[in-house]
Antibody, heavy 118, light 107 residues
Framework: EVQLLESGGGLVQPGGSLRLSCEAS????????MSWVRQAPGKGLEWVSV????????YYADSVKGRFTISRDNSKNTLFLQMNSLRAEDTALYYC???????????WGQGTLVTVSS | DIQMTQSPSSLSASVGDRVTITCRAS??????LAWYQQRPGKVPKFLIY???TLQSGVPSRFSGSGSGTDFTLTISSLQPEDVATYYC?????????FGPGTKVNIK
């Protein structure tokens, strides 16, 4: 059974940083692309970033480019999202998502909540 | 970047009704279109890819169609468990933008 367990969310002041982690199990992590998708409270889904299975291909949404960095450690089955220069509009539930491909999203974690507020 | 729109933003229908949701891309995306279902309080579920291919385990009352800029998701006979918000997503190239969602309720 695919399991994705996010952690690292919390309350941070504007301009601050957070590092999200996602521990994966139940599948061969190193063989699949992984993504981050966020959802602001009461709002729709927003695609954030994706990293290919090897880490050689990475894409970001324009809204986070230059501020967020996605990475993975295939030896530890873990996905990361380093978030810097956080803004109020980054407040959201951040989902870790497995992809059957770089673009698609087939298994979703339960999410970790990031709140940016002073 | 390509923008995605959906219509209607919400709808109410009776159990057993045929429901159709439209997704439109601001530029052609061939058939690189996926659909996701998010039930209230739950994580999204992957329904359809390549505009019309059902993900394994998805009930056959769901179907998708379209190519280019105009796409539809159809529920042939609405069931109570289909109450959810449905999102389209384009994936021809990054950014892999979602539509704003269509909320489906039971009348």
């Amino acid at each position: 059974e695919v399991q994705l367990l996010e952690s690292g969310g919390g309350l941070v002041q504007p301009g601050g940083s957070l590092r999200l982690s996602c521990e994966a199990s139940g599948f061969t992590f190193r063989s699949y692309a992984m993504s981050w998708v966020r959802q602001a409270p009461g709002k729709g889904l927003e695609w954030v970033s994706v990293i290919s299975d090897s880490g050689g291909t990475i894409y970001y949404a324009d809204s986070v480019k230059g501020r967020f960095t996605i990475s993975r450690d295939n030896s530890k089955n873990t996905l990361f999202l380093q978030m810097n220069s956080l803004r109020a509009e980054d407040t959201a539930l951040y989902y870790c998502v497995k992809g059957p491909s770089v673009a698609l999203l087939d298994y979703w974690g339960q999410g970790t909540l990031v709140t940016v507020s002073s | 970047d390509i923008q995605m729109t959906q219509s209607p933003s919400s709808l109410s229908a009776s159990v057993g009704d045929r429901v159709t949701i439209t997704c439109r891309a601001s530029q052609g995306i061939s058939n690189y279109l996926a659909w996701y279902q998010q039930r209230p309080g739950k994580v999204p579920k992957f329904l359809i890819y390549a505009a019309s291919t059902l993900q394994s385990g998805v009930p056959s009352r769901f179907s998708g169609s379209g190519s280019g800029t105009d796409f539809t998701l159809t529920i042939s006979s609405l069931q109570p468990e289909d109450v959810a918000t449905y999102y389209c997503q384009k994936y021809n190239r990054a950014p892999f933008t979602f539509g704003p969602g269509t909320k489906v309720n039971i009348k």
